[in-house]
């Protein structure tokens, strides 16, 4: 079981920056693939980024690669997504997940356990 919980969202103008941090608590979270994903409004849930279990490999989604940058830190039990160059389409309540499997994927599918949330609205 792994049990996660986000925090660092906010409102920020465009052009900002916001850091999330996701802190998990679980026997099994230096062994998982960790993922942001992200859903606004009306619209589906997103994938955003993934990093493996030992945070030598991410992926990122077009809209957001260059401006954002996931990483981890296993000894404090925790994944972090720097989100640079913000845009108002951006907002939107960002989640953390962990998957059952020590590797990254962009698929909602994969990931077994999920935060809450946190709330990114990025003004004009």
């Known amino acids: 079981q792994v049990q996660l919980v986000e925090s660092g969202g906010g409102l920020v103008q465009a052009g900002g920056s916001l850091t999330l941090s996701c802190a998990a608590s679980?026997?099994?979270?230096?062994?998982?693939?960790l993922g942001w994903f992200r859903q606004a409004p009306g619209k589906e849930r997103e994938f955003v980024a993934g990093i493996t279990w030992s945070g030598g490999n991410a992926i990122y989604a077009e809209s957001v690669k260059g401006r954002f940058t996931i990483s981890r830190d296993n000894p404090k039990n925790t994944v972090i997504l720097q989100m640079n160059s913000l845009k108002p389409e951006d907002t939107a309540l960002y989640y953390c997940a962990a998957k059952g499997t020590p590797f990254f994927s962009a698929r909602e599918s994969s990931y077994d356990y999920w935060g809450q949330g946190t709330q990114v609205t990025v003004s004009s």
């Open positions: 679980g026997r099994t979270f230096n062994w998982s693939g």
